[in-house]
């Protein structure tokens, strides 16, 4: 029984190389598995860009965000029921952006189905975010502080208190 365990416990997935796509940080999986999204990173003298929605499966990248440079997008998250995606639109330096927090929507196919929505305006650096787990609301991290906004756009964001004053 000892050895069985060890063998279902033991499970070892194949490495594999998805794509060649410039990726920058903070990537999020389709609720389906079946893509990647990925803010597009630097790529020699190439400035960032939008969000690419890169498949699993192999081949090649498709363009979900469509950023005027300067500006460029990143930290992207599916919505639980994958019928959004949220992400950071940014201006400025790379190093230290100015962001701001929108909503688009989303097709069956992972296609915009309509305008992407800003939901801040407070032109934040250090941006994260995530969804709640019932997708009516996005939690992110701006200026070293976390916040609540509800997805819909219907309420300004509120902070979240992790402790009590000192």
């Known amino acids: 029984l000892r050895d069985l365990s060890k063998q279902i416990l033991h499970v070892e997935e194949e490495e594999r190389k998805l794509s060649d796509f410039p990726a920058g940080l903070q990537l999020s999986w389709s609720p389906d598995g079946r893509w990647l999204a990925a803010p597009k990173g630097r790529s020699g003298t190439e ?9 699993a499966a192999g081949g090649e990248p498709r363009a979900l965000t469509f950023p005027k440079a300067p500006a460029f997008d990143i930290s992207p998250s599916f919505s639980p029921d994958g019928g959004a995606l949220a992400y950071a639109s940014c201006s400025g330096n790379e190093g230290a952006p100015v962001c701001d927090l929108y909503r688009l929507p989303l097709d069956s196919e992972l296609r915009a189905s309509g305008a992407a929505q800003p939901l801040t305006r407070q032109g934040s650096n250090n941006i994260g975010l995530t969804w709640t787990r019932d997708g009516r609301s996005i939690l992110y991290s701006a200026d070293f502080e976390l916040w609540r906004i509800r997805a819909d756009g219907g309420a300004p964001p509120e902070r979240v208190e992790l402790a009590g004053g000192a």
């Open 47 to 55: 400035p960032p860009g939008g969000i690419y929605l890169i498949p």
